[in-house]
Every structure is written in structure tokens, then in C-alpha cells.
């Protein structure tokens, strides 16, 4: 298996957190510290942030940005397309020293569409380069843009040429999400359209979608179809995957929260992790947020999406839409650890 490119920026373990509106806050990231070993740095996406925004905002007052403390390995992420307001964004967005920055191209929610920011950029190859161009020119951390393979057809050719633009103009690396425009968030990505273009570009190039367990995301890696692998909402239902990964490749170290312990590994250990998982979640909500009403929303948003991998999902889902305080929902939570059996499925169909 060849080395990773992610090697030569400085990144030792090419697996890492994808962006993820109202999922990635600070909250999830510590959970999903919490579940990996001190000694691995995966690099964990921000939410998307506009650059029509940020510049006015005041950063420590930005839910999206607030941050662990000594965390260097995140990445946020920005949407926009006008130089004023990247540079303007980026200055604001230093002072909390990311390891990088990350342009979102591929968004395809209507009103981003509108002003032809996210997926859209992907209609227009020159201004998207013009964009990575802005970018690197106001950064002094590496840039990579997260992209899909495509609008409506998947075609090699306009992959290639759209990222071979993107190389030229200096992104340091490029995620690929392997799923078409139209197909938004569902059904199986195209892992082969995107395997053929790490050998085509000289940049790393990390897969993205539909990536749900260590072992979908080590084979990938080893079969040496992309430099990196960054996971989605499994995620959220897996919070521990980093571990598994790390464990998979002879990594020895364990989280310190689990010392001398081995990741789970079957369907009912990783159904009482999850639970212990949603124990933190509720507690790092209450930790780095103020507002109830927000962290409640925060919370049922989580379950809704990490819930559909668990067999009796629905049930915990049912007991967390009607809890009404986070000490309400905590509560559930731990009952539900020592007397229910709550086994996970390795896979699920994205519908
Ligand atoms: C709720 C939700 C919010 C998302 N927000 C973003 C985002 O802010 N920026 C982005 O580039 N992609 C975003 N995505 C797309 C994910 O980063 C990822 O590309 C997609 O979920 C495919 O990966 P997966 O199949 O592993 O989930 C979002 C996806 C979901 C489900």
C-alpha cells in the first residue's frame, strides 16, 4: 500500500470527521475525542460558515465556532465566492488557529444555490478555481475544497478537468463526496468514479459518502483508491469509529476515558457504547452551550440522524423527542444502558 499524500502536509492519520450543519459543533467533536486515543489527531470539520456572515459577527459569540480547549485539529469550513468577503472572513477565522480551511462545494441547499455558492460553484470551473485562488491568497493554512463528482450524470472526463483546475489554481487537497448533485444525501455513492482520479492528480485526493464502518473505510484506504477517508453521519452513530480504525491498523493506545480497553466491536457493545456516547453528548451540550431550547433542538436533531442504525433506534428516538430538559433526556439515556439490549446494524440504506 503506498504511503498517503496526507503525509507530506504534515497529517498522520488520514481519517477524519466530515462538515456537518447542526451535527459538528464543539459538542459532537469532544464526543468524538472522547472515544478516540490522545496520541490520534483526526482532522474534524466545522459546520459550514458563511462568509457573508462571519465578518460581522463576534467570534466568540459564534455557536458554529466555538472550539475545545487546545483543540489545533479542525477545519471550518467556508461557503461564499467574493474575495472582500473570504479575506474578511479568513482574518476573523485565524486567531482561533485552525490546522486548515475548507470551501464548500457542494451545498445543495436552495437558498446557498441562489447566489451560486456550495454545489453550484461546480457549473463554473474558472470561478471555482478563481475561488480556491482567493482562498490560498488570504490563507497561511492549507486550504482544501469539499466537493461532489457531480450535478446530474456522473462523467470522468468533468471530474477530471474540475479538479485538475482546482489543483492548478492551489487547493492542498481535495475531498470528493461521491454523490451526485441531485442525488443530495441519498443513495450508494460512486466509490469507483472517484478511485481513478488519485492517479490523475498529484494532490491527495479523500473519499466521502456513504462510508459507514472502519471496515468500509480501511478498504477503501488500502486498495489505495483515495489518500483519506472522511466519514459523515455514521459518525454520529459511531462516534468511536476513529478508535476502531486506529485499532485496525496496530494502534495500541486507548482513549483516556476506557483505559487498557479494546474499541467495540460487536453489535451489542457498540449499542451500549452509543448510549454511554449520548451520556457525553448531553453533557457537552450543557458544557459549551447556554441556551436549553437550542440544545434541546441540537440534541433531537443528533438522534434523528444516528438513531437508524440501531434495531430498536425508534424507541430511544420516541423517549428523546419527548423528553423536555437535557436532564430529562440524560436520564432516559441511562436507563436504557444497563437494561436494554440495543444492538447496532453494521449498514443502512440511505434513502
Ligand atoms: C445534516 C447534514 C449536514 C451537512 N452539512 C454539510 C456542510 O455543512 N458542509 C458540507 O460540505 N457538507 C455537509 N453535509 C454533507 C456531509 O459532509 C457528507 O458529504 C455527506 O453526508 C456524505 O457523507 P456520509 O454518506 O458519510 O454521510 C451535510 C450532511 C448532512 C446529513
Same mark, same amino acid.
Given at each position: ?8 502536509? !504534515? ?57 475545545? /480547549? ?16 473570504? *479575506?474578511?472572513?479568513? *482574518? ?76 492548478? /489554481? ?16 441519498? !443513495?450508494? @455513492? ?26 468500509? /473505510? ?27 480504525? @486506529? ?17 467495540? *466491536? ?86
Amino acid at each position: 500500500m503506498e504511503a498517503s499524500r496526507l503525509n507530506r502536509l !504534515g497529517i498522520d492519520f488520514p481519517f477524519m470527521v466530515a462538515p456537518m450543519v447542526g451535527l459538528t459543533h464543539v459538542a459532537f467533536r469532544a464526543v468524538v475525542r472522547h472515544f478516540t486515543p490522545k496520541s490520534v489527531n483526526p482532522l474534524l470539520f466545522t459546520e459550514m460558515l458563511s462568509t457573508r456572515r462571519l465578518p460581522f459577527e463576534r467570534i466568540d459569540r459564534v455557536d458554529e465556532l466555538k472550539i475545545m /480547549a487546545g483543540e489545533r485539529y479542525f477545519i471550518p469550513q467556508i461557503l461564499g465566492n467574493e474575495e472582500t468577503f473570504i *479575506q474578511r472572513s479568513i *482574518q476573523k477565522l485565524m486567531p482561533l488557529e485552525p490546522w486548515g480551511l475548507d470551501i464548500n462545494m457542494g451545498c445543495p441547499a436552495r437558498q446557498h444555490l441562489q447566489h451560486n455558492w456550495g454545489v453550484r460553484l461546480l457549473g463554473d470551473r474558472d470561478y471555482a478555481a478563481r475561488v480556491v485562488e482567493m482562498t490560498k491568497k488570504h490563507s497561511t493554512v492549507p486550504v482544501s475544497v469539499k466537493m461532489r463528482c457531480g450535478q446530474d450524470v456522473a462523467d470522468p472526463q468533468f471530474l477530471d478537468d474540475f479538479t485538475a483546475a482546482l489543483e492548478s /489554481a492551489g487547493a492542498d487537497w481535495l475531498t470528493i463526496h461521491a454523490r451526485l448533485q441531485s442525488q443530495k444525501h441519498k !443513495g450508494d @455513492a460512486d466509490w469507483n468514479l472517484v478511485g481513478d482520479l488519485r492517479q490523475k492528480r498529484s494532490i491527495p485526493i479523500v473519499m466521502n459518502g456513504d462510508i459507514q464502518t472502519a471496515q468500509d /473505510a480501511l478498504s477503501i484506504y488500502q486498495s489505495g483508491q483515495a489518500d483519506g477517508i472522511m466519514i459523515g453521519r455514521a459518525a454520529t452513530a459511531r462516534p468511536w469509529i476513529l478508535w476502531q480504525i @486506529a485499532h485496525a491498523l496496530g494502534h495500541r493506545e486507548s482513549p483516556e476515558a476506557f483505559p487498557g480497553m479494546s474499541p467495540p *466491536q460487536t453489535p451489542e457493545e457498540e449499542g451500549r457504547f452509543f448510549l454511554m456516547a449520548m451520556v457525553k453528548f448531553i453533557d457537552s451540550l450543557d458544557q459549551y452551550f447556554d441556551n436549553d431550547d437550542k440544545n434541546m433542538r441540537r440534541l433531537r436533531f443528533y438522534v434523528i440522524n444516528a438513531h437508524k442504525w440501531f434495531l430498536f433506534g425508534h424507541s430511544y428516538y420516541s423517549k428523546c423527542m419527548k423528553a423536555r430538559t437535557l436532564t430529562e433526556a440524560r436520564r432516559v439515556t441511562e436507563e436504557m444502558i444497563d437494561t436494554v439490549n440495543f444492538p447496532m446494524t453494521s449498514r443502512i440504506n440511505f434513502f
